[in-house]
């Protein structure tokens, strides 16, 4: 998406050629217009596929999922809670995911009255890097006897193991901007792909 790799080329800040800082624009100021867009793109690409529900994991899935759910003709979003009072954790379906970036594991939750069987799922994500937080989407949606319809990423580090992961796994992987390494600080996208 030409759109999203300019603005990554612009105000994208890479640190230490390993992480991708976006937070002028998705991970906590974010711009309409583009995240508008870049929810377009998502119903543009999965067009071909039925879609019921969009499932994404806080915080910054939420406004990707959102604008995509939208530009489906409003169909429902839901996300996953990485902190639920223990007293509602016996109606969720929740597994733990492992961040390698952070180096913590924390637990995510979706309750399950949001997750009715049957369901044609899209999981949407703002990156993906080791896959673990898609996997675990998946996981919860296989438990709710979903089926996963693909799944959307905004930023994907393809250096990184996330996509063959979830493609082994026989997921179908969408990501509007690939970065194919950061070299010097700054992103070189795998022009072939996104
Ligand atoms: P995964 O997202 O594929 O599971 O990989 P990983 O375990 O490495 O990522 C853990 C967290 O770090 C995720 O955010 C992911 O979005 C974020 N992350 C990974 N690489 C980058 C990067 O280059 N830049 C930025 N900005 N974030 C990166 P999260 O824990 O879900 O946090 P949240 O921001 O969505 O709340």
Redo the contacts with the bound molecule.
């Keep these: 998406m030409k759109e999203l790799k300019e603005r990554i080329i612009h105000d994208g800040i890479v640190i230490d050629n ?6 002028s624009f ?2 906590q100021q974010l711009d309409p217009a583009l995240i508008c867009h870049i929810g377009t793109e998502f119903a543009r690409r999965f067009s071909d596929t039925p879609i019921d529900r969009i499932v994404t ?5 939420i406004a990707v999922a959102y604008a995509a759910a939208l530009a489906m003709k409003n169909i429902p979003v839901v996300f996953a809670r ?1 902190k639920m009072p223990s007293h509602a954790m016996e109606n969720t379906y929740h597994t733990s ?6 180096e913590e594991t ?1 637990e995510v939750a979706i309750s399950k009255q949001f997750l009715p069987a049957g369901e044609s799922v899209l999981i949407i ?12 989407l998946a996981s919860l949606l296989q438990e709710a006897q979903c089926n996963v319809a693909g799944i959307g990423i905004v ?1 994907e ?1 393809s250096f ?1 193991p ?1 996509c063959q992961r979830l493609q082994e796994a026989g997921y179908r992987v969408e990501a509007l901007a690939q970065i194919e390494k950061f070299e010097n600080d700054r992103p070189v996208f795998n022009q072939a792909k996104s």
Aim: glycine share 10%; charged share 25%.
């Design positions: 390993r992480i991708l800082k976006v937070d998705l991970n994991i806080e915080s910054s899935g990485k995911v492992y961040s390698y970036t952070k924390y994500d703002d990156f993906l890097a080791s896959g673990e937080a898609a996997l675990g930023i580090k990184q996330g």
